[in-house]
């Protein structure tokens, strides 16, 4: 079946611009991770979406980082006034369900360029 | 904090060669997952493993909980095997994120 997709797959933005990414999990996934990924780096947790709720935004690094999955299954990564330090791959992952023991897939990623 | 460590950070490999790259986690995990991150950023899931052993072709991998560590075998390598290899835990919590290591940058020559 379909994997977890995302989009655009690059998005180059001039510092000061916002940039909206998204998120098509698995379908049926409860369970939705937003990672980022510095260069030469392991992905870093940003926000953990169970169903429509946000239950753990710990790892947004500013206010200037709002996510969002209202109805349970698309979500949206939103980045404000974006900055040079924003710049990284943004990965999306669910799972099929809430608890600690499940496997979670990864989309390919969105590389965000900024200027 | 939790920190996942993994070794070596970078491995150069003959076609055909052997490897076992290794993931030492500081705390208890509820799972445990390795990933190819393919030349194209693709994070690949190879194995779910929170104890036990496990094999799929000429990748296999063991995790020994109560020593806090997994080991990921890869034989008879081939050069579709270069990219880097991640392994991370979920500690569980309210959260279930998954805690990343550094990697291990594999590469293979034909």
């Known amino acids: 079946g379909a994997g977890v997709s995302q989009s655009p797959r690059y998005k180059v933005a001039k510092r000061g611009q916002d940039v909206a990414l998204r998120c098509d999990p698995i379908s049926g996934h409860v369970s939705l991770f937003w990672y980022q990924q510095a260069l030469g780096q392991g992905p870093e947790f940003l926000t953990y979406f169970q169903n429509e709720a946000q239950l753990d935004k710990s790892g947004l690094p500013s206010d200037r980082f709002f996510a969002e999955r209202p109805e349970g299954s698309v979500s949206t990564l939103k980045i404000q006034r974006t900055q040079q330090e924003d710049s990284a791959v943004y990965l999306c992952?669910?799972?099929?369900?809430?608890?600690?023991?499940?496997?979670?897939?990864f989309g390919p990623g969105t590389r965000l360029t900024v200027l | 904090g939790i920190q996942v460590e993994q070794s070596p950070p970078d491995l150069i490999l003959q076609e055909g060669a052997n490897s076992t790259l290794r993931c030492n986690f500081s705390?208890?995990?509820?799972?445990l997952q390795w990933f190819h991150q393919n030349p194209w950023g693709q994070l690949i899931n190879l194995f779910y493993i929170p104890s036990g052993t496990k094999q799929n072709g000429r990748l296999s991998a063991t995790t020994v909980a109560t020593e806090r560590y997994s080991l990921l075998y890869i034989s008879s390598s081939q050069t579709t095997d270069s990219g880097v290899y991640f392994c991370?835990?979920?500690?569980?919590?309210?959260?279930?994120?998954?805690?990343f290591g550094t990697g291990t940058l594999l590469a293979v020559q034909p």
């Open positions: 991370a835990g979920n500690y569980g919590g309210a959260t279930n994120k998954l805690i």
């Open positions: 992952a669910s799972s099929p369900t809430r608890t600690a023991f499940d496997t979670q897939y």
């Open positions: 705390d208890s995990v509820n799972n």
